[in-house]
């Protein structure tokens, strides 16, 4: 394998695949994977279903990065403690990011004071295509750059848009692979839930 | 990918599919979901045990090669392919199933 090649190609080549002949029972791992929202959160289970967002378990906690932002800031997820993030997968070459990244941005203006911290992570670009694309759609949220495709091999993102919301306390809410509809009004109610949720070392309820 | 299309191909011989990479099993999840695999993904994340325990780990690049193994109901390694050109050629799974009904014949 060459050094030159991207991250993301790195990663994957290792798969490996183990035929298994027999019946054996693989529904634990297969649980693992899906991932299932806990029980006692029916009326987030609902809201997630509804935007087709794939849940977490409750104790799913997203993989750590920093990177470099447009505007030439170290960004470190670490300083979002507290917030609920969309952390949002994108390029300037993804059609259906198109409609995303502007509804996204409208989410950020509207929510920003109250704790809501969209950040988009570009998927292998140079800074003057991201720069473009930014002043095109007027995008004012913050968006890292990730030249080498370290942070998207990191989220296992193949496919653009791909979506993860994470909560106040840190923890992966859920995911969308593919464009949703983020201004909607479960969208807006899934938000609001999220941001109602207390932050880290709050006083439980 | 051709391995998902062709999945219950593999399910009648009562092959059961696992996917392994040094990923972590957040990243298999986005991946897998990604691309609707039918079959699990095991994370071998971050030891590299698995791996290492097949022979298939270079330690210089921390890469695994790309390779298959086809084990039987007692554990035993009945075939395994090496994927060429440092694990970049395309394998397909006519080929695997083709080797797999072959290995299982002689039974």
Same mark, same amino acid.
């Given at each position: 394998?060459?050094?030159?090649?991207?991250?993301?190609?790195?990663?994957?080549?290792?798969?490996?695949?183990?035929?298994?002949?027999?019946?054996?029972?693989?529904?634990?791992?297969?649980?693992?994977?899906?991932?299932?929202?806990?029980?006692?959160?029916?009326?987030?289970?609902?809201?997630?279903?509804?935007?087709?967002?794939?849940?977490?378990?409750?104790?799913?906690?997203?993989?750590?990065?920093? #990177?470099?932002?447009?505007?030439?800031?170290?960004?470190?997820?670490?300083?979002?403690?507290?917030?609920?993030?969309?952390?949002?997968?994108?390029?300037?070459?993804?059609?259906?990011?198109?409609?995303?990244?502007?509804?996204?941005?409208?989410?950020?203006?509207?929510?920003?004071?109250?704790?809501?911290?969209?950040? #988009?992570?570009?998927?292998?670009?140079?800074?003057?295509?991201?720069?473009?694309?930014?002043?095109?759609?007027?995008?004012?949220?913050?968006?890292?750059?990730?030249?080498?495709?370290?942070?998207?091999?990191?989220?296992?993102?193949?496919?653009?848009?791909?979506?993860?919301?994470?909560?106040?306390?840190?923890?992966?809410?859920?995911?969308?692979?593919?464009?949703?509809?983020?201004?909607?009004?479960?969208?807006?109610?899934?938000?609001?839930?999220?941001?109602?949720?207390?932050?880290?070392?709050?006083?439980?309820? | 990918?051709?391995?998902?299309?062709?999945?219950?191909?593999?399910?009648?011989?009562?092959?059961?599919?696992?996917?392994?990479?040094?990923?972590?099993?957040?990243?298999?999840?986005?991946?897998?979901?990604?691309?609707?695999?039918?079959?699990?993904?095991?994370?071998?994340?971050?030891?590299?045990?698995?791996?290492?325990?097949?022979?298939?780990?270079?330690?210089?690049?921390?890469?695994?090669?790309?390779?298959?193994?086809?084990?039987?109901?007692?554990?035993?390694?009945?075939?395994?392919?090496?994927?060429?050109?440092?694990?970049?050629?395309?394998?397909?799974?006519?080929?695997?199933?083709?080797?797999?009904?072959?290995?299982?014949?002689?039974?």
């Amino acid at each position: 394998m060459t050094p030159s090649r991207p991250a993301a190609m790195d990663a994957w080549p290792p798969a490996w695949l183990a035929a298994r002949a027999g019946l054996l029972a693989f529904g634990l791992l297969i649980a693992i994977l899906a991932g299932a929202v806990s029980a006692d959160e029916p009326a987030l289970a609902a809201l997630l279903k509804t935007l087709d967002l794939r849940g977490y378990t409750s104790r799913t906690a997203p993989p750590q990065f920093s #990177g470099s932002t447009l505007d030439a800031r170290q960004l470190s997820m670490t300083e979002y403690r507290g917030t609920v993030m969309v952390l949002t997968f994108w390029a300037s070459w993804c059609l259906e990011c198109r409609v995303d990244m502007p509804a996204l941005e409208r989410l950020q203006r509207e929510f920003s004071s109250r704790g809501l911290a969209i950040i #988009g992570v570009n998927a292998q670009e140079n800074k003057e295509a991201v720069r473009r694309y930014a002043k095109e759609l007027g995008l004012r949220f913050p968006l890292v750059l990730d030249r080498d495709g370290k942070i998207n091999a990191l989220y296992g993102v193949i496919g653009l848009p791909t979506t993860f919301i994470v909560g106040r306390d840190g923890r992966a809410i859920a995911f969308a692979i593919g464009p949703r509809q983020w201004e909607s009004a479960p969208a807006r109610a899934l938000i609001e839930t999220l941001l109602a949720e207390p932050a880290p070392g709050a006083t439980p309820r | 990918m051709a391995r998902k299309a062709s999945y219950k191909s593999f399910e009648d011989l009562g092959i059961q599919n696992l996917g392994a990479s040094a990923n972590l099993t957040f990243s298999q999840q986005t991946f897998a979901e990604s691309l609707k695999l039918p079959y699990p993904l095991l994370s071998d994340f971050p030891d590299r045990k698995l791996m290492r325990s097949y022979g298939v780990f270079n330690e210089k690049t921390m890469t695994a090669h790309r390779s298959f193994f086809l084990i039987d109901p007692q554990g035993i390694i009945r075939k395994k392919w090496m994927v060429e050109n440092g694990g970049t050629t395309v394998v397909y799974s006519d080929t695997l199933l083709r080797d797999i009904r072959e290995v299982l014949a002689k039974r």
